[in-house]
């Protein structure tokens, strides 16, 4: 398990954080550590300051990157495994067939009417995806703990599609480029 980003900057748990805070903390820690103001220190201090640079450094890249946050967050909560294949809801996946048809005949024949109709499509299809998510993300923060699972749940499964969607949304950028 990663360390916890959020305790280090003493914030809870959010899908949506105050930005301007996790910035501004950022940037104290980023003074509080720079090596520059431990040179004369013990080199385990010096070493401990690093550490500290670095992780802040990490936790705010992680934190201010809204994708990255939430699979943070889901990796912090054992719903999400690095480099293991995630199983997406087979409802989805019957929905999606249709879509995977379509961009195998762009393929074989890409036409920039078929690419747009597809490219209109998968971006629907996202937008529907995060109007949805957005109240249980916003309102994370604010449920009570016997809550959360279920609705860390919901999110790992959008936080699953919107990644499909995206590789989609790629193949259709590169059949738009080719044409």
């Known amino acids: 398990m990663s360390p916890d980003y959020f305790a280090f900057y003493g914030l809870p748990q ?3 954080p105050d930005e301007a805070a996790l910035k501004r903390l950022y940037y104290a820690k980023s003074r509080e550590t720079h ?4 040179a004369t220190t013990s080199p385990e201090n010096q070493a401990e300051m690093l550490r500290q640079a670095t992780l802040n450094t990490n936790a705010y890249r992680t934190l201010a990157d809204p994708d990255q946050r939430m699979a943070y967050l889901l990796r912090q909560n054992g719903l999400l495994e690095e480099g293991k294949q995630e199983q997406l809801p087979p409802d989805f996946l019957m929905d999606m067939m249709d879509l995977n ?3 195998m005949e762009l393929e074989m024949d890409a036409d920039p009417a078929g690419i747009a109709k597809v490219a209109a499509e998968v971006t629907a299809l996202a937008d529907t995806l995060d109007a949805g998510i957005e109240p249980v993300l ?4 604010q449920l009570p703990a016997d809550h959360r699972p279920a609705a860390l749940q919901q999110i790992r499964t959008y936080y699953l599609k919107k990644r499909y969607l995206l590789r989609i949304q ?4 590169t059949f738009a480029a080719r044409s």
């Open 101 to 103: 048809e379509e961009l």
């Open 138 to 141: 916003a309102g994370y923060e």
């Open 14 to 16: 959010s899908f949506r």
């Open 170 to 173: 790629q193949q259709v950028a």
């Open 35 to 38: 090596p520059d103001f431990h």
